[in-house]
């Protein structure tokens, strides 16, 4: 049984639409096939109705027996031709004696069932039609009819057959010919619905692809023009999209207010901290200075999440990683660092131009600084949502057994090299937020390689 609640709604409109027409179609070839094998029947009948009138018009009693007529039938004559007549009498117990039948019959008789002799007798006067076997074990269609000779004692069986295999051939052909046309037309009308149901969906794909673009950044509502059924829908969707842009920058608002709130008073204790030296102010800076820097993360974080929820922008990354390579060279130039980048032209960031500043300068940052001279970042499509960018150096890299705490917050991997330890954390949780991950394994290059996968916005 098909689950229809997990198929497409064209599948589901096919489908249903398939399984009528096959229905229907398979019902009317039956019953076309059963009406011309009746009406086939039906005329044949009429020509055995014909064939026992004369048997029953032309006989005759002489002497005290019947005597059959002579009868112009070139058929009746010939053995075992296909046509055949037989005239018998019934007896009181109801059986029935041979008094004379056709040559064509030769040294065979013809049986009549003892129901059909008992409708005969029945309903005397009344031609009834049976089926019966014949000679070489062919069908033959029969009509009889019981009535009384005058002159004649005992009530008379006039009986007429012929093969019926011309009949059966007749309906096989024409349900094999009905049976083909059905379906070709079977066929035609599941092909309109196909085509129905996809020109009839049409504006339902366009709704879908105008969502797709909100939702990759490259529209901010919906601008198309739906048939009645759809508006409403577009309508809501509209309100839904605007309700939650309106959230978000509400959310933005109090991350903005919070972030005010909270760097105010750490600043006025770091400068309060710098101006009465001592062992107390040095543990209250290194703790401010800590809180702050939890709070950038935080926060930072807090509007990442909140800007990946909306419908986002599109950020070229082709000049931001120019941008970044000829910075970070510029600060590792004592070390002579050379940065070899590659980037499609058209490859896009789904999401703002500072978060993925702070992916990306994170990670080159961080080559930069553990190289011994090269670097390399690589941009590329992985699929038509997502995007990766692979930053690799020379250095001495990082044992297997870290990787995992690389990406711990507050973990340094080396306490002698200046740092807070929040680079690759915050490079993993900016991420995650946006729906990407972090990867960390050893390089071609001697040293740490990083991957990065993000969210991708089609140019």
């Known amino acids: 049984m098909w689950d229809l ?3 497409s709604l064209v599948r589901r409109l096919v489908l249903l639409a398939a399984v009528w027409n096959v229905v229907v179609l398979l019902l009317a070839g039956i019953f076309l096939t059963a009406q011309f094998r009746d009406s086939a029947i039906r005329r044949f009948d009429q020509a055995l109705t014909v064939l026992t009138d004369d048997l029953y018009a032309s006989s005759s009693v002489e002497d005290g027996q019947v005597k059959a007529p002579f009868l112009t039938d070139i058929r009746a004559t010939r053995v075992y031709s296909g046509r055949y007549w037989q005239i018998l009498e019934m007896m009181p117990d109801r059986s029935l004696r041979m008094i004379d039948q056709s040559r064509s019959l030769f040294d065979s008789t013809l049986t009549v069932p003892v129901e059909e002799a008992e409708q005969l007798s029945g309903d005397p006067g009344k031609t009834q039609f049976f089926d019966i076997p014949g000679p070489q074990r062919k069908l033959l269609r029969a009509a009889a009819i019981l009535t009384r000779l005058p002159g004649y004692p005992r009530p008379v069986v006039f009986l007429a057959a012929e093969d019926r295999s011309p009949i059966d051939d007749d309906a096989a052909r024409f349900a094999r010919n009905t049976a083909i046309a059905l379906i070709l037309l079977g066929a035609g009308l599941i092909a309109a619905v196909v085509v129905q149901v996809r020109v009839g969906l049409l504006p339902l794909f366009r709704l879908r692809r105008e969502v797709g673009s909100v939702r990759r950044g490259k529209a901010e509502r919906l601008e198309g023009v739906y048939p009645e059924e759809l508006e ?16 978000v920058e509400r ?9 005010h709130a909270l760097k105010t008073p750490l600043s006025v204790m ?4 710098n101006q009465q030296p001592g ?5 209250v800076e290194r ?5 702050r820097e939890q709070v950038d993360h935080h926060l930072r974080r807090a509007r990442a999440a909140a800007r990946s929820q909306t419908s986002g922008e599109r950020t070229p990354v082709e000049p931001i990683l120019d941008e970044l390579a000829v910075t970070l060279e510029r600060i590792f130039q004592d070390k002579g660092v050379e940065i070899d980048w590659r980037c499609p032209e058209d490859l896009c960031f789904q999401g703002e131009r500072q978060d993925f500043m702070e992916l990306a300068g994170n990670v080159m940052e961080n080559a930069g600084k553990w190289c011994k001279g090269k670097v390399r970042a690589e941009a590329k499509v992985l699929t038509s949502e997502k995007m990766s960018l692979v930053v690799e150096d020379d250095g001495p890299g990082l044992p297997p057994d870290r990787w995992t705490d690389a990406l711990k917050r507050g973990q340094r ?3 002698h090299t200046p740092g807070s330890g929040l ?12 729906g990407g991950s972090v990867a960390l394994d050893a390089s071609p290059m001697g040293g740490l390689r990083v991957t990065l996968v993000l969210p991708r916005s089609e140019g």
Request: glycine content about 4%.
């Open 287 to 291: 703790q401010a200075q800590t809180m």
């Open 5 to 7: 609640s997990k198929r």
């Open 251 to 259: 959310q933005r608002t109090h991350v903005g207010n919070l972030a």
């Open 413 to 415: 991997m080396d306490e």
């Open 423 to 434: 680079g690759l954390s915050i490079v993993d949780e900016l991420a995650r937020a946006y």
């Open 232 to 247: 409403p829908l577009a309508v809501e969707l509209n309100a839904l999209l605007a309700h939650n842009q309106e959230v």
């Open 279 to 283: 062992p107390l102010s040095e543990v």
């Open 270 to 273: 770091l400068t309060e901290a």
